[in-house]
T-cell receptor, first 116, second 113 residues
Framework: GENVEQHPSTLSVQEGDSAVIKCTYSDSASNYFPWYKQELGKRPQLIIDIRSNVGEKKDQRIAVTLNKTAKHFSLHITETQPEDSAVYFCAATPWAGGTSYGKLTFGQGTILTVHP | EAEVAQSPRYKITEKSQAVAFWCDPISGHATLYWYRQILGQGPELLVQFQDESVVDDSQLPKDRFSAERLKGVDSTLKIQPAELGDSAMYLC???????????FGQGTRLTVV
């Protein structure tokens, strides 16, 4: 089955700096890669996702890059703000199309702390 | 805005007792997931439904856990008997299908004493 490794486990930055979180996956059939943000005591919420036919996707201060050859993808947050402090999870799912059903596998999470 | 509903929010039970969690997905979502999240770790998939059918339960401890989604809408996850190691957050999520956003419920925090 799919295995998703996420690094670093904790990340501390100063407000205004950039933050980068990296994930690797094992199943070359994986083709959908979402990123979730989970604030303390709250449910995980999708912040950005990317499909395998795209190498990069950007949404305001957040971007995700995908390298299918190396089987890794990364989350980039620019101009970090204290409200970006949370746990971030990457995930991957393989889907062969048709009636197959992709299992959504999560990484272990990165605790991001943005200091004012 | 539509949300995934879960109940109860918190549950304390004694070991060896039975416990059940309920999830009502967003209307129209065919895929329903049950995840277990231990503090400090990522969600671990226990079972995935497509409509009323189980499509993945490879990580479900079937000797004590069971899940059903009888009419392809709401779902119940049961643990019997509960063990101390089952203490965790149980998250339900739903999506339209593969490669689409999974929406999570607030979760049920289970404490087994």
């Amino acid at each position: 089955g799919e295995n998703v490794e996420q690094h670093p486990s904790t990340l501390s930055v100063q407000e205004g700096d950039s933050a980068v979180i990296k994930c690797t996956y094992s199943d070359s059939a994986s083709n959908y890669f979402p990123w979730y943000k989970q604030e303390l005591g709250k449910r995980p919420q999708l912040i950005i996702d990317i499909r395998s036919n795209v190498g990069e996707k950007k949404d305001q201060r957040i971007a995700v890059t995908l390298n299918k050859t190396a089987k890794h993808f990364s989350l980039h947050i620019t101009e970090t703000q204290p409200e970006d402090s949370a746990v971030y999870f990457c995930a991957a799912t393989p889907w062969a199309g048709g009636t197959s059903y992709g299992k959504l596998t999560f990484g272990q999470g990165t605790i991001l702390t943005v200091h004012p | 805005e539509a949300e995934v509903a879960q109940s109860p929010r918190y549950k304390i039970t004694e070991k060896s007792q039975a416990v059940a969690f309920w999830c009502d997905p967003i209307s129209g979502h065919a895929t329903l997931y049950w995840y277990r999240q231990i503090l400090g770790q990522g969600p671990e998939l226990l079972v995935q439904f497509q409509d009323e059918s189980v499509v993945d339960d490879s990580q479900l401890p079937k000797d004590r856990f069971s899940a059903e989604r009888l009419k392809g809408v709401d779902s119940t996850l049961k643990i019997q008997p509960a063990e101390l190691g089952d203490s965790a957050m149980y998250l339900c999520a739903s999506s339209f299908g593969p490669m689409t956003e999974a929406f999570f419920g607030q979760g049920t925090r289970l404490t087994v004493v």
